[in-house]
């Protein structure tokens, strides 16, 4: 943001660190701490930062505020709310 870059992150956000909860079961040390993340609010992070955020809920959403991300010439943040997936091998 600091140097007023037109650059569009896309940040996908599951509640938790799914990808080390699969590595702990793969490990059969499942329940480690701290994977959890409850409650992270990456639009208030990135608008603290200064820059344009919004949150959206489906691929319609999507499409509009990455269409006027691009169009505002500043940094956006947009957030989309996946669901935690596991990995199993």
Do not use: W
């Amino acid at each position: 943001m600091q140097q007023g870059l037109p650059v569009v992150y896309v940040a996908m956000r599951n509640g938790e660190y799914s990808i080390l909860k699969s590595f702990a079961d793969l490990e059969k040390t499942p329940g480690v701490p701290g994977l959890d993340l409850p409650g992270l609010d990456i639009v208030s992070v990135a608008r603290g930062f200064g820059c344009q955020a919004a949150e959206v809920q489906s691929p319609a959403e999507l499409r509009k505020e990455f269409t006027a991300a691009l169009e505002s010439g500043v940094t956006c943040v947009i957030v989309v709310t996946t669901r935690p997936q596991r990995i199993t091998l």
